[in-house]
């Protein structure tokens, strides 16, 4: 099996044809230039030791010496054997809300883009452990089911924002609900929720979900974001710039709050922890380290290919092919020079 580590640099290909064109009008104007000099009966006369056999023999070593350095780049590789390996660790569904609030800026950018860059920290420190992502606001829906897939847990989380969920509203209940449900108990793993919120406006019976999920032996942990006191909610056009702020029925400035005792609260039935966000530190990342004392299981196996590096192929002929060029000068050889003749090469 036959693979490139990296090719995302083969693209650097597409170069060579435009150095090639360079080349050629560079040239192209040389001539020009030496031709309005003298005339071109003359330039042999005027440079009798030039061989644009030999100029062009050293543009095309030095072509083929940087196709092989994007190749070696690339890094081939090869696959030698395959492999099955034992999956272990934990699962952790993160409920992430997505209602308007978490637009507010007390935590900077906002705190939507703060939960979602911790997320994304945690993302790739993952190694083994399974993450699923539930995003709610006046309903909870999965953005993706538990997964090793790190690189797609990423894409998908970069598409999240307060339009992913249209119903307004804050449903802590309903994403705990869902995470419960959506947990995989083929293999007895050790399985956490993290709910990320400003814990404001919630909606359905909190305690029977945090009941619900403890009775399965789920630990829940809470972050809360935002402050105590209010701030208001901006509102943006679609181009992203702020039109003002959100407005109730009656005109007045919305505020939002953070809920901190409801947060306080789950987290402590839930057997976990209540971390209040910050500008400054990663939450989720604390909470992390705290389940990295929990026991791994194994959940699954799967089949590794072994690849071993060949770029080295592609690199020795291209230093070799660079230091040919480097020693091969552009004047004329006799020893060739009635051949070049002949062949009409000069």
């Known amino acids: 099996m036959f693979r490139f580590a990296h090719p995302e640099y083969l693209y650097a290909l597409y170069l060579i044809p435009v150095l090639i064109g360079i080349f050629w009008l560079v040239n192209r104007k040389r001539k020009k230039v030496l031709e309005s000099f003298a005339d071109k009966k003359l330039h042999k006369i005027l440079l009798p030791s030039f061989s644009s056999f030999k100029e062009k023999t050293k543009l095309g070593l030095v072509l083929l010496a940087i196709m092989f350095l994007i190749v070696a780049a690339a890094d081939p590789q090869v696959g030698t054997k395959v492999e099955e390996v034992k999956q272990a660790g934990i699962d952790v569904y ?6 308007l609030s978490m637009q507010a800026q007390d935590i900077k950018p906002s705190r939507l883009e703060k939960a979602k860059y911790e997320i994304a920290n945690l993302i790739n420190k993952l190694h083994g452990d399974r993450i699923g992502l539930i995003v709610f606001a006046g309903e909870a829906y999965v953005q993706f089911p538990l997964t090793t897939d790190y690189s797609a847990a990423n894409l998908f989380l970069n598409a999240v924002d307060v339009n992913s969920v249209p119903e307004p509203g804050t449903a802590i209940a309903s994403a705990i609900e869902l995470a419960t449900k959506s947990f995989d108990y083929k293999f007895n793993t050790q399985r956490v929720i993290v709910v990320i919120t400003d814990g404001e406006d919630h909606q359905g019976d909190i305690d029977k979900a945090v009941a619900g999920a403890t009775d399965k032996g789920i630990k829940i942990y809470t972050i809360g974001l935002g402050s105590p006191d209010g701030v208001p909610i901006p509102v943006f056009n679609d181009k992203g710039q ?3 702020f959100k407005l109730d ?3 007045n400035i919305v505020i939002t709050k953070l809920d901190e005792a409801t947060l306080q609260k789950i987290a402590s039935e839930g057997g976990g922890k209540y971390f209040r966000g910050s500008n400054n530190q990663d939450e989720l990342d604390l ?10 299981t194994e959940y699954g196996v799967k089949k590794v290919t072994d690849y071993e590096d060949r770029f080295y192929y592609f690199l020795a002929p291209a230093i070799l092919l660079l230091l040919l060029e480097y020693f091969l000068t552009e004047r004329k050889s006799p020893l060739f020079s009635k051949l070049n003749k002949k062949l009409g090469l000069e």
């Open 287 to 296: 909470i992390y380290k705290d389940l990295s004392g929990f026991t791994k």
């Open 242 to 244: 702020q039109t003002g």
């Open 94 to 99: 993160i409920c992430l809300d997505v209602s």
């Open 249 to 251: 029925s009656n005109g």
